[in-house]
């Protein structure tokens, strides 16, 4: 595993739900962290891998069924109106390849559409731990077999 890598750190058995909703098919389904806005979803591979052209071709065929399972249980646990998918990995520490899955709610403030969802990211007032985990147990509970 690489140093300062935020993906591969916390990539563990043990972590809390909110780091491991989901774990299948080299794949690993988290909380973002650092968000605002409940639902927010990381997909990460659990080896250490820096772009989509690294995947495997199960790896890749994973991603697409995941982002499909993940926009199914998010509309069921938000109420969201559809996702948004982004994947950028550069800034430091967060270069293992991770893809954003993110709820777009019905009600979502003219100012947090497209590119602009990042404000949830930057606004200062992460979720706590305790609700990313509530938060992780409802997407579970709804992810589709």
């Not at 989901?22 to 659990?46: M, Q």
Request: contains cysteine.
């Amino acid at each position: 595993m690489p140093t300062e890598c935020y993906a591969c750190e916390h990539a563990t058995p043990d972590a809390p739900l909110r780091e491991r909703i989901v774990c299948e098919r080299g794949w690993r389904v988290a909380h973002d962290f650092n968000t605002s806005l409940a639902g927010w979803l990381i997909l990460a591979p659990v080896r250490h891998v820096h772009a989509l052209h690294e995947l495997t071709p199960e790896e890749a065929v994973a991603l697409g069924d995941l982002l499909r399972k993940g926009s199914i249980a998010l509309r069921e646990v938000t109420g969201c109106a559809k996702t948004y998918v982004m994947l950028f990995a550069e800034a430091e520490g967060f270069a293992h390849l991770h893809v954003h899955l993110v709820p777009r709610l019905a009600d979502q403030p003219e100012d947090r559409l497209g590119p602009a969802v990042f404000g949830y990211l930057a606004d200062g007032n992460p979720l706590a731990p305790e609700r990313r985990d509530e938060v992780a147990e409802a997407i579970l509970a709804a992810w589709p077999a």
